[in-house]
């Protein structure tokens, strides 16, 4: 039996804090919950959300909704040799939890990606990355539920179109299919991924490189950079890192020789975010009760009573400041609702 709340507050449902409220609530640990739950949906005739942790959504409003989130922890092991060990995980796994028990496990693909906040669920949708390794890597099989037919599909990896911080989910699906499972294959024979350069400077600390030291070294980088969401409300990464022209880049290069480029390919590079807001002078600064973190550009938070309109504000005079500066438009990595 379904529990469904009235006027609930989502409140400890998103990482910025907004203290807003939805029509309904409820949860979901299988398929017969969900059809249940999306019969009530579609009768009331109101919009529905799916979210995992909370920690990818911007606020404007109330949410005049039906908001779901899934809590099928599971993580069954489908496949497993000498070298590789083959998984299939609920949705309503804690992300982090799940790359805890695989470091522990020795399986190595994830350590890269520790401390993401969030969901396994919500993974694929993004394609999560960091420290140059993107969960993409090592998803095999996305499983979704049919919000229109209740049927259930199976997406390859190379179904889910994976782009950076983008996939069919965002796309073709959105809306369409709720993501109920997803399957991955991590390796036992380790092939650390140890070019980003905080990373390589944090592992001097120790004596050996393994699962569990990379995945301590990605936790201090990110405690040390980034606000814990209980503190600060904030949904990590606000804005994803832009890929230009490499012609734009060289044109930037040569009046900002410190500027980091990563060539992603002979045409295109990959230009930090971060140091582009920091560069236009928004490092630390704010906008009523929005503000930008002091160690981390990247970053927007809520400073106490901020509203998704203050953050959506100041979200938009980066973007216009960094334009006018550098000709880059920079693009949300939240989804406003």
Not at 70 to 99: H, Q
Not at 233 to 261: C, H, R, T, W
Request: charged share 25%; hydrophobic share 40%.
């Amino acid at each position: 039996m379904i529990d469904i709340k009235e006027n609930f507050s989502l409140k400890k449902f998103n990482t910025f804090g907004f203290d807003i409220q939805c029509r309904y609530f409820s949860t979901f640990s299988n398929e017969t919950e969900l059809k249940e739950i999306l019969l009530l949906q579609k009768k009331l005739n109101i919009p529905l959300m799916v979210i995992g942790g909370g920690s990818n959504l911007l606020f404007k409003n109330d949410f005049n909704g039906f908001v779901i989130q899934p809590t099928n922890k599971n993580i069954e092991i489908k496949n497993e040799t000498n070298e590789y060990v083959e998984l299939r995980v609920g949705a309503g796994e804690n992300w982090d939890e799940f790359v805890e028990y695989c470091v522990n496990n020795n399986w190595g693909g994830i350590e890269n990606l520790s401390l993401i906040p969030g969901f396994v669920g919500t993974c694929p949708i993004q394609n999560i990355g960091a420290y140059g390794v993107e969960v993409k890597d090592v998803i095999l099989l996305v499983e979704t539920f049919d919000i229109e037919t209740f049927s259930t599909h199976s997406f390859t990896n190379a179904d889910c179109h994976f782009g950076y911080r983008d996939s069919i989910f965002k796309h073709d699906l959105k809306g369409k299919h709720i993501i109920t499972h997803v399957s991955f294959k991590l390796n036992k024979k380790v092939d650390f991924i140890l070019d980003y350069g905080h990373l390589k400077t944090e592992l001097l600390k120790y004596k050996i490189i393994d699962l569990k030291n990379i995945r301590q070294a990605v936790i201090d980088i990110r405690n040390s950079k980034l606000p814990k969401p209980e503190d600060t409300g904030n949904a990590g990464s606000f804005f994803k890192n832009p890929v230009v022209k490499n012609e734009l880049a060289e044109q930037l290069k040569q009046q900002y020789p410190d500027i980091p480029i990563y060539v992603q390919n002979a045409k295109e590079s990959k230009i930090p975010a971060g140091w582009l807001i920091e560069k236009a002078g928004w490092k630390g600064r704010n906008i009523g009760n929005a503000g930008v973190h002091s160690k981390q550009a990247l970053v927007l938070i809520n400073l106490g009573n901020a509203t998704g309109a203050e953050v959506l504000h100041l979200a938009k005079e980066i973007q216009n400041s960094v334009k006018n500066q550098f000709g880059i438009e920079l693009e949300m990595e939240v989804n406003v609702v």
